[in-house]
């Protein structure tokens, strides 16, 4: 399905969206290296030392390493394992504003035999239609490549959604390896707070990241209902693709049958304008194909936003191997009828 989701809207960002958001994580350092990719390229640089490179991959994982784990729980790490250093070096190095050279150092020497070979790295032993970087030069002085796809990618009108998609994926990543939630959202997935707009753990209610951040990528960035990008500065809402108010009309009458429409399954980011137009509407047929391929999608994606849609599968006697949510979602809009 990865396949899919790239045949959809066949680009350097897609490839970008298939690395963050679908990408195998045992750590989090993919993120702290994608924000740091992005960051230089920002900036029209074609390449940069690998110093360079490690500074805003470094400051980025202490910064979240003050938040929650950046790794799941397991035997204790080596001193020179480098979240040990960063550990270590993070008070210091976030008094400084830039890394340590004990950082520094940790950062140059693990990148590339770590997270700089991984990164366009899928399942299944494939990887990214296109390639963000190339490492190059002597053991003295590496030397990074930034790739014409990157700059692209960097330059998009979707940049600002790519990097605010990159940190959402990042957080929800870090919640479940979190000691406290981490569990519960690994087998239970997660919950949606209306109030704030935010998905959290079903226990202890901590938030995670928000809902439209959390789902835009597996929509290419696009209006659910209009299929045209979601600008920066648009407004935007979440909008029940099947209406919520279908629960009370057919709850007042003989109960409604259907699944939970709380749940992120229908839940989808809009424009604004389209949200209030569509308004208590059921979704037209070209709606329904674009969330089913979004939740798809979501199905290719690590925990906890798949457990979450594979928990709802099953509850309606659906498996959960790809293919299946058209059938699903024709089973909902035969229970609206």
Not at 84 to 93: F, G, L, W, Y
Not at 210 to 216: F, T
Request: glycine share 6%.
């Amino acid at each position: 399905m990865t396949v899919e989701f790239y045949r959809i809207e066949p680009s350097a960002r897609t490839s970008w969206r298939l690395a963050v958001l679908m990408g195998a994580n045992t750590r989090t350092y993919k993120f702290a290296l994608g924000s740091a990719l992005l960051e230089h390229a920002a900036q029209d640089r074609t390449e940069v030392t690998l110093d360079e490179l490690a500074v805003p991959y470094a400051m980025g994982l202490v910064t979240h390493l003050t938040e929650a784990s950046q790794a799941p729980s397991g035997p204790p790490l080596g001193e020179s394992d480098f979240l040990s250093v960063a550990q270590r070096e993070a008070e210091e190095s976030t008094s400084l504003g830039h890394p340590t050279e004990r950082l520094l150092y940790a950062a140059v020497r693990s990148m590339p035999a770590m997270v700089m070979r991984k990164f366009h790295n899928l399942g299944g032993g494939t990887e990214t239609a296109h390639r963000f970087y190339e490492l190059t030069g002597s053991p003295r002085r590496r030397i990074v490549r930034l790739t014409p796809d990157l700059l692209q990618v960097a330059r998009s009108e979707q940049a600002t959604g790519l990097r605010t998609e990159l940190s959402a994926r990042w957080n929800i990543v870090e919640s479940s390896f979190s000691a406290g939630i981490g569990r519960s959202l690994i087998t239970e997935g997660v919950a949606v707070d209306w109030a704030t707009l935010k998905l959290t753990d079903k226990h202890r209610r901590r938030s995670v990241t928000g809902v439209a951040e959390a789902l835009i990528g597996f929509q290419h960035g696009r209006c659910l209902i209009c299929a045209t990008p979601i600008a920066p500065d648009d407004k935007t809402a979440v909008d029940h693709v099947f209406p919520h108010s279908l629960m009370r009309r057919f709850g007042a009458v003989s109960g409604w049958q259907g699944p939970d429409l709380d749940v992120i399954w229908n839940l989808a980011p809009a424009h604004e304008t389209c949200n209030s137009t569509k308004s208590d509407r059921l979704p037209t047929p070209n709606e329904l194909d674009r969330l089913a391929q979004r939740n798809e999608a979501i199905l290719q994606s690590p925990h906890p936003l798949k457990k979450t849609l594979q928990l709802t599968l099953r509850s309606a006697g659906y498996s959960d191997r790809p293919g299946q949510w058209p059938y699903f979602l024709r089973q909902v809009q035969a229970a609206c009828t």
